[in-house]
């Protein structure tokens, strides 16, 4: 069975070392910090463990996957591609568009498998979403709307946006069907620390006319986690909180008369998308097959990312 090395067993990086450790193939853990290791060690005994990276590079095992900071990720990834590994690694994939892309290129010139954690792609209700939308009951897809806002955790190192919405482009280009790019504009509110968004408003635009709208804050009395999809036929709402998805059969005729039919839910797997996600990287490790969310997937996400972000920043 394929076997994997997890780098970084921090907040986000336990629950990788879990999913692979369950799935019987994790061979190892590297961590710089002690009472982390210390804390692998405790749960999981049989598992390797290094405090030096450069060690895991040396090692037989043909794939690491990272949970370290997002600024890392380009120097960490492009080592263990160079090395021979292949890669999964967690959003955001990079800070710049352009190293984004030059680990794309690269894993595709040594065919190296290169995933990027867009865990909402894994979810049982976007992946029924996008084959519900492919089948055109809803008509063309025309905007998506998303919403992820609560009173989080605020960060000193990266504002709202580098933090929650690699989530809800990564969905928003799969509902529209990855369409091309063509313009972006964005508005954010540093309430809280100087220079650091904790609200931000960016709207999408992209060849063809299909439209999009993603708000996020960490500064919110409410928690909203949600997707709209407005079709011409039909419209979609996905409330992640609830895990549930409402099709709303109403519209605008070409009178401009409005039309409700009703609307009803949809019962979809309970099934957690971060097994399905460590499973599908396997699956491409053993099979040779192109993850869904690709390195090229990563930089459209990191370049609409990167684009905001020169806006807010003036």
């Keep these: 069975m394929t076997q994997v090395i997890v780098v970084g067993a921090g907040n986000w990086g336990r629950n990788l070392v879990r999913n692979f450790y369950e799935l019987g193939t ?8 002690a009472s982390l290791r210390e804390e692998v060690a405790t749960y999981y005994p049989d598992v390797s463990l290094y405090q030096d990276y450069q060690q895991a590079l040396e090692t037989d095992v043909p794939a690491l996957v990272f949970a370290t900071p997002a600024p890392s ?20 994939m990079t800070l710049r568009t ?10 595709d010139r040594e065919s190296r498998i290169l995933m990027v954690g867009h865990l909402l792609l894994y979810q049982p209700a976007i992946a029924w979403m996008r084959e519900y939308l492919a089948g055109g009951q809803a008509g063309n897809v025309l905007h998506v709307a998303t919403q992820r806002l609560k009173l989080g955790k605020v960060r000193r190192e990266e504002n709202v946006w580098w933090s929650f919405a690699p989530h809800d482009v990564s969905v928003i280009l799969e509902l529209l069907g990855k369409p091309q790019l063509q313009g972006v504009t964005a508005s954010g509110h540093a309430m809280l620390q100087s220079g650091i968004e904790d609200n931000v408003h960016v709207d999408l635009v992209f060849a063809g ?11 919110w009395p409410l928690l909203a986690r949600n997707t709209v999809v407005i079709g011409d036929k039909q419209m979609l709402v996905y409330d992640e909180v609830l895990q549930k998805i409402t099709i709303y059969d109403k519209g605008v005729d070409e009178n401009l008369n409005n039309r409700d039919q009703g609307s009803y839910f949809v019962e979809v797997a309970d099934t957690q998308p971060l097994k399905i996600e460590c499973e599908h990287f396997l699956d491409c490790i053993k099979t040779r097959q192109r993850p869904h969310s690709d390195g090229w997937n ?17």
């Design 73 to 92: 990720h380009y120097r960490l990834a492009m080592m263990a591609l160079e090395a021979g590994k292949d890669v999964f690694v967690e959003k955001p």
């Design 26 to 33: 994790l061979a190892g853990v590297v961590e710089i910090d």
């Design 209 to 219: 006319g299909q439209t999009a709208h993603v708000h996020c804050s960490w500064y």
């Design 98 to 107: 352009d190293e984004a892309r030059s680990l794309a290129e690269f894993a």
């Design 298 to 314: 990563g930089a459209l996400v990191v370049e609409i990312l990167e684009k905001a972000t020169e806006l807010l920043n003036g």
